[in-house]
């Protein structure tokens, strides 16, 4: 392996000692290992992933895990911070998940749009996929994620859309899930975090409050819902951003771009701004050779706009 890879896979994990092994091997083995390292930051785990870490790090020379820094964050996006000052690539891909199995040739193609649009834009940008980004290690670095409890993504992208430096590509799936889902409990406790995070980020109260009674429909981060579900959702919402803000006021604040203080702005910004790769090459006058993509490259974004 190269000593100057050109890009890293930051990898962040905790507690997926079932699914890891599986998720990596499926990350590293359709990489060029020259070009690539995988850099795995683990956040304390406690069931055996150490272990297996330790064993991948053995068999692939472009894989590092980083197991001595887990006590420097609480959070999620402390963990991604860590794997982007860890990476040793110019660019860094992120937000790839241990719980994941990616497609074969899925992260080399996506490189190649990156690299098609990069031509064509003169700043630096953070390309958002689904379950897969690409950016400068540079950028990453001056725009951290904050150490949130949750939806430190969403808090994140609003900095990023602030600076004019977030693209959005709209495309079909690039991985599988191995199998971890939250129950019920789970799935409430990851919503209350993220209103939290919302609250600390800096969005308003008030706009939330009326965001729950009325807001149009994007999809981006909610479901589409039959009427009953759709009114217990907003009785739901009414009970608990409440306990949300109050449980936000003693914890650390950030300001949030003006343009995203209210809420579903973000949501409603990428819906306007996300393009399919087709539309993507025709705005910024670039074209990919889709023959060339994996036969799952070529599903995910070259024929996603016609499914």
Partial sequence: MSSSPRYSIAVCNYN???????????????????????????????????????????????????????????????????SFEESRGEYVLESL??????????????????HALEAQVD?????????????????????????????????????????????????GHVSDSLGYDFDLRGEISRDIHGKITDFQSGVSF?????????????????RPRSLPREVLK?????????????????????EAPAEFRRKGALEARIAATRMTLPEMEAYYGFEVDCDEFSEAGRKAFCKYADM
């Avoid at 785990?45 to 197991?67: H, K, P, Q, Y």
């Fill in 206 to 222: 008030w706009s939330a409050i009326r965001w729950t009674l009325h807001h149009e429909h994007h999809y981006i981060f909610e």
């Fill in 123 to 171: 700043r630096p940008f953070f390309l958002s996929g689904r379950g897969m980004n690409i950016a400068p290690r540079g950028l990453l670095l001056d725009v951290p994620y904050y150490d949130v409890g949750g939806a430190e993504d969403r808090d994140h992208w609003r900095r990023l859309y602030a600076r004019d430096a977030l693209i959005w590509l709209d495309h």
């Fill in 97 to 114: 998940d241990t719980d994941d199995y990616y497609h074969e040739g899925v992260i080399e193609d996506f490189v190649e749009i990156f």
């Fill in 16 to 82: 997926m000692a079932e699914t890891i092994e599986e998720s990596l091997r499926s990350m590293v083995e359709q990489v060029d290992e020259e070009l690539y390292e995988v850099v795995v930051v683990d956040g304390g785990s406690t069931d055996g992933s150490r272990d297996i870490l330790r064993e991948l790090e053995a068999e692939f020379d472009n894989l590092r895990a980083v197991l001595d820094r887990s006590d420097e964050c609480n959070w999620l996006g402390g963990d991604r911070n860590i």
């Fill in 234 to 254: 907003r009785l739901y919402d009414l009970a608990t951003f409440p306990y949300a803000y109050l449980k936000s006021l003693p914890l650390e604040r950030h």
